[in-house]
């Protein structure tokens, strides 16, 4: 079960680096979100420090979904889904094994470049770290519950929209808790500790609820 589980993840890694939309269009999007918001703010840098957080988090969430709404639809078109659900792995492992290859190719390039961006917001060092280590953790959240707009996206067919209507609603808590870790490196009466323990606990969550949801989604499709 867990050398399918690896050829699949290999699999689906090859598929979304081959295709050219996974981790450089992620990237560049974050990029442009990040270049663009300076010009709309101005030149106030301690603006720029006190809500760039946010507005990296923001761009890492929009970054996030690109891409989401074919994870399974492409397989279903070609077929490929039904042979998916034939292997040993049960369908919640398919789902897990998929968004896993989502979040490495799309979720951890943000996270590689988001201390080089955070430089362009004026971001303290310490900023940075807060930043760095929320968006590691808090990333797989975004990617886990995507599975389960995803996967609707699957059985209504060209339904890529239905991925930000159901998937943003349910990353709320995670914008949350991430830039108020995040914001206690600018001083805050609430430790880091106590948002960012809430962030990975929402992660563990996700990963755990986000592959079950989407695997009976698909399931009833198949019925």
Known sequence: ??????????????LALRAGGGAGLGVVFFLAVVVVTPFA???????????GPAILWIGALLASLIGLDRLFAA?????????????????????????LAHWIATGLPLVVAAPVLALLLNLAPASIGALTL???????????LGL???????????????????????????????????????????????PFRILIGLSLAAMVLGPVAAAAALRVARD
């Open 41 to 51: 703010i101005g030149p106030d840098l301690a603006l720029l420090a006190r809500i």
């Open 148 to 194: 389960i707009g995803a996967a609707f996206a699957a059985v209504f067919r060209r339904g890529g929209l239905l991925v930000a209507v159901l998937v943003m609603p349910l990353t709320i808590p995670v914008l949350i808790f991430a830039v108020a870790a995040t914001g206690t490196a600018l001083g805050g009466t609430v430790p880091f500790g106590t």
């Open 1 to 14: 079960m867990s050398r399918a589980f690896l050829a699949l993840l290999a699999r689906d890694l090859r």
């Open 134 to 144: 929320t968006l590691l953790v808090g990333t797989p959240a975004i990617t886990f």
């Open 75 to 99: 397989d279903a078109e070609d077929g490929s889904l039904d042979g998916l659900s034939m292997l040993a792995l049960p369908l919640e492992l398919v789902a897990a094994a998929k968004g």
